[in-house]
């Protein structure tokens, strides 16, 4: 194995072993035969040590017709004679491995790793030519940095979970693993991309000064896992890209570029520098004017599983009167079509003892004339086995399908005296299935709806199909390039027929931004949080924490509310839901939410005796139904009449201002020339603060319910209030003068 040696110059440079170092503008890369090494010239970043363990490996598992489960074989880094080494034209090197062995076997499998110098940081790409008659290749781990002495403590790692997750530790033993898993000796945790627990293809650990950022800068988007490894005897770290990928002998994969970089300054540099990179290759559909606006949704189960009716199509003017009283702006009809949520999925027909289609055209309408909008649900990849006409005719032929040759199943059981339904998951390579959720689409726009809830296609990770004539080789990860596609082709298509007319899917992940205007929030950072979880966030003692800042900062623009199974939000969650400027829901699922919702009843545990799912009863039970009704409708209110920061401004999180107080969270908003800061008190306590924003002259403060408040006076316990600023640089004919 040689080592890789490149100077700023861009001249090859080798030591006494052959070793080779390619030097960016913050550091220095080696790759020798202990593996890579990683020396940052920043303060803030931690460095990695080669350790004589793999720093590349390659799986294979047999390749047999029909499909039969055999022993994979891993192939390592440590296992192969010395690379040849080429210099490449600008200063980089490349290794080329023109056989691979386990150590045993000899594979017909050629591999070539190339590393350049990029900018501050470095750039690692390659391919893999396959010949190895009856062999798969199945993926690749690399590059893999090992020996990272880190200490989240000072460099936490900012996992894209969700919106985010922070890892502020180890566990103890015997502490509850927050995430990690053993892994032998060791802990590992990391994330499956794309999919709503992997939203980024990027991570770091990332110190106040500065961090070691990660990224896979695949503009592909295809199916990975970004890993990181804790080895208790060493106390190091080490992180990996792992590619997920089918190639067949005769075939050959070009791997995704990973970029390794030093940086300095805080978390947010390295948002910056994946979104910088996303902005090459993607962008962020631009919604209609009235989705930016929306204040949030009542989410309606119109029938359930079970059969019982909760809204007539007649009474969706009563829907509109429960979110006119909680400043809600959309209405989303879930469970609306003749088999009621989760079951007869994909056949959608207006249901005749809910009005007809007739009567949900005129509901729809009544909505539209109180201004709300409305969006019909389907489920993007569901469909009921046996009970459906087009499962029994055509879905059952294109359902993803494992190794084995049975199709993966899901089962959603809502009561517990009704019986089990099973789904198949509709292959999206499938023609037909495009052909079925595209004819959803027009018929809900057809209908007056404003939008189309494709449910559940931001959430499941790549998985593998075995199924033959879908429209794509045997086997295939699916789930990864053709998501992104499908759902753009519809909202593409969509666009052409309404303009105003928007595609929503459930989850979250980066590179379905071109498609879905607006995310129903269902994923790490959009769940209940209280006053006591938000404190242990700020304390950051515990071995994990939520962290919404990741994707917000890195896509301020995304625009997505949270998830609240339950007719109302205690204060708690309404004030989270407004610093961080998601937007709002309340769920009606079930008999007993109706009757809150309408006439104020808190039910009881009791009254959710066959409910599989309970919503929050205590959180009912905490808060007087007026009272949450108010507060909610205030903290609305609120938001819109401060909309510029909110909803149209950019998420700045702690960038931009400097807060002194204890306990307090608060987040910035840049809109134009005005800054606006949102502070949310979650103790008990009067807080006394000091806030400072440079370059900045306070105008005015304001508070739900409040339109004018002193801007520095100590908070009430349990408040929330935005700070205006406007700059002190004049902007006039296009020229900033002081």
Not at 102 to 107: I, L, P, Q, T
Not at 276 to 291: C, D, I, K, Q, S
Not at 676 to 697: D, M, Q, R, S
Request: glycine share 10%.
């Amino acid at each position: 194995m040689t080592d890789l040696h490149m100077n700023s110059s861009n001249r090859n440079t080798s030591n006494d072993s052959g070793d080779v170092t390619i030097t960016a503008g913050k550091g220095r890369l080696s790759v020798g035969a202990k593996g890579l090494s990683l020396t940052p010239s920043v303060a803030g970043c931690p460095a990695s040590r080669a350790t004589g363990e793999p720093f590349w490996s390659l799986t294979l598992e047999p390749d047999t017709v029909p499909a039969a489960q055999g022993e994979a074989v891993v192939i390592t880094s440590l296992r192969q004679d010395a690379a040849r080494r080429e210099a490449l034209p600008d200063g980089g090197a490349r290794l080329v491995y023109e056989r691979l062995t386990d150590g045993g076997r000899v594979f017909r499998i050629g591999l070539t790793l190339e590393f350049h110098a990029s900018g501050d940081g470095f750039t690692v790409t390659g391919a893999v030519t396959h010949e190895a008659r009856g062999w798969l290749l199945t993926g690749f781990t690399g590059p893999v940095l090992n020996g990272i002495g880190a200490d989240l403590a000072d460099s936490p790692a900012l996992l894209p979970e969700g919106f985010g997750k922070r890892i502020n530790r180890v566990p103890a033993p015997g502490e509850e693993q927050g995430g990690w898993q053993r892994l032998g000796d060791g802990y590992e945790t990391g994330v499956a991309y794309p999919c709503a627990h992997g939203t980024m293809q990027w991570f770091a650990l990332a110190g106040r000064k500065g961090g070691l950022y990660v990224g896979s800068h695949d503009p592909l988007h295809r199916a990975k896992r970004l890993s990181l490894r804790y080895d208790p005897a060493t106390k190091r770290f080490g992180m990996a890209v792992r590619h997920d990928f089918f190639c067949r002998s005769g075939e050959s994969v070009e791997l995704a570029p990973v970029v390794l970089r030093p940086y300095a300054g805080t978390r947010h540099v390295a948002a910056r520098l994946y979104r910088a990179w996303f902005n090459t290759v993607g962008r962020l559909r631009e919604g209609p004017a009235w989705v930016r606006g929306i204040s949030g949704w009542l989410l309606a189960i119109l029938k359930q599983q079970n059969g019982e009716i909760m809204w007539l199509y007649t009474a969706l003017d009563k829907l509109c009167d429960v979110a006119d009283a909680r400043g809600l702006d959309m209405i989303g009809l879930f469970g609306w079509a003749h088999g009621g949520h989760d079951h007869l999925y994909p056949d959608y027909h207006p249901c005749p003892a809910m009005g007809g289609a007739e009567a949900l055209k005129r509901g729809l309408q009544e909505a539209r004339r109180r201004g709300k909008r409305t969006i019909i649900y389907a489920n993007g990849q569901l469909q009921e086995r046996e009970a459906t006409e087009f499962w029994r005719t055509v879905g059952r032929d294109i359902a993803i399908t494992q190794r084995d040759g049975t199709t993966y199943q899901h089962t959603y059981h809502k009561y517990g005296n009704i019986p089990v339904y099973r789904f198949d998951l509709g292959c999206l390579h499938a023609q037909a299935w495009y052909d079925r959720m595209l004819a959803l689409a027009e018929q809900a726009s057809a209908l007056g709806a404003d939008g189309i809830l494709y449910d559940q296609l931001a959430m499941m990770p790549p998985m593998a199909c075995h199924g033959a004539g879908h429209g794509h080789p045997v086997p295939c990860m699916v789930h990864e390039v053709e998501r992104p596609v499908f759902l753009k082709r519809i909202a593409d298509h969509m666009r052409r027929i309404n303009p105003e007319f928007i595609v929503m899917t459930e989850g979250l992940y980066d590179c379905a931004l071109d498609a879905v205007a607006m995310f129903h929030g269902c994923t790490v950072g959009t769940f209940y949080v209280c006053a006591a979880e938000m404190l242990a966030r700020l304390r950051a003692d515990r071995v994990a924490d939520t962290f919404p800042e990741l994707f917000r900062t890195t896509f301020p623009e995304v625009i997505s509310t949270v998830r609240i199974p339950t007719p109302m939000m205690d204060r708690d969650m309404v004030n989270y839901t407004c610093v961080y400027g998601m937007r709002y829901e309340l769920e009606s699922r079930y008999g007993p939410d109706v009757a809150y919702l309408l006439h104020g009843r808190v039910p009881e545990m009791d009254d959710y005796t066959h409910v599989v799912g309970k919503p929050d009863v205590v959180m009912m039970q905490s808060t007087p139904p007026d009272e949450a009704t108010r507060y909610l409708k205030a903290a609305i209110d609120f938001q819109r009449a401060n909309a510029a920061f909110f909803w149209h401004g950019r998420f700045t999180d702690s960038e931009g201002f400097t807060l002194a107080g204890k306990d307090l969270v608060a987040k910035g908003f840049a809109a134009g020339d005005r800054f606006g800061v949102a502070i949310w008190n979650p103790t008990h306590e009067v807080a006394p603060f000091t806030l400072e924003v440079p370059g900045y002259t306070l105008e005015s403060a304001a508070e739900p319910g409040r339109e004018s408040v002193e801007p520095l006076a100590p908070m009430a316990a349990g408040s929330v209030r935005l700070l205006r600023w406007k700059s002190n640089v004049c902007q006039c004919a296009g020229v900033m003068l002081p």
